[in-house]
């Protein structure tokens, strides 16, 4: 059986790290995203990496109407279906609240439309007894913070979210991983200023992988977020809200 990967956002930082990675491991790769050209450019460099087959297909969260065709391109004889989510958008808490329609974008990109896509997935997965996912949330989403609280909230319901899916898909045998990274150096964290524990896109692939290998539930990445977001957690809420963390 050949592994496929689809890979929902496909053009950012992280998930050209994971695409090289799997396609060196033989795995044939579905890259949806919105950027067509960078798609293609990215589906070149999996196959001279040795994936055998690397397709770009359109994908917008946004948009319902782009999930069907990637299931189906993906759903092929002699596959075994894996996904990995990527998506999500980050505008700055203050641009959101000077104008609260970009809240939409921001639950559509890092909730909804991820979750619809894998709720229209599961049966395939649940269907051949086997498969991965990865979603990739965030450490934003374990409390609210005065400083991104509308893309923690929608971090933190993709993380319940995965932890149902997980349970419902688990007793079929298919393993669903939530990614929680701290910063990473990408895109969206350019303009941020210094982050506390800042880590690389290639060093939250190789934590993937051993999570998977382990079948981890939950991986926090760097490791040193697990006791940090614990430790934010139990703050008491009378003393949290004085706070700038």
């Known amino acids: 059986m050949t592994d496929t990967w689809i890979i929902l956002g496909a053009s950012s930082t992280i998930a050209k790290a994971f695409t090289r990675s799997v396609a060196e491991q033989g795995a044939r790769v579905i890259l949806a995203g919105r950027r067509m050209d960078d798609l293609a450019a990215i589906a070149a460099d999996a196959t001279a990496r040795g994936a055998p087959e690397a397709t770009p297909v359109m994908f917008d ?35 959101i609240d000077a104008d609260p329609t970009l809240l939409d974008g921001v639950i559509a990109d890092s909730l909804t439309g991820p979750a619809r896509f894998l709720q229209m997935l599961a049966p395939v997965l649940q269907a051949q007894g086997a498969g991965m996912i990865v979603g990739v949330g965030s450490v934003a989403g374990d409390r609210g913070r005065v400083g991104n609280y509308v893309y923690g909230a929608a971090k933190a319901g993709f993380a319940t979210y995965l932890s149902g899916l997980r349970n419902a898909l688990g007793r079929h045998g298919v393993h669903v991983l939530t990614v929680k990274p701290g910063p990473v150096d990408t895109a969206m964290t350019e303009g941020l200023g210094p982050q506390p524990f800042m880590t690389t896109a290639d060093a939250v692939v190789a934590d993937i992988h051993k999570a998977l290998g382990k079948k981890r539930n939950t991986l926090y990445t760097k490791w040193i977020w697990l006791p940090v977001m614990t430790v934010i957690k139990l703050i008491p809420e009378p003393i949290f809200k004085k706070m700038s963390i």
């Open 61 to 95: 969260a946004r948009d319902p109407a782009t999930f069907q065709p990637i299931i189906e391109s993906a759903n092929t004889e002699g596959t075994t279906i894996h996904c990995a989510v990527f998506v999500g958008s980050m505008p700055a808490q203050d641009a």
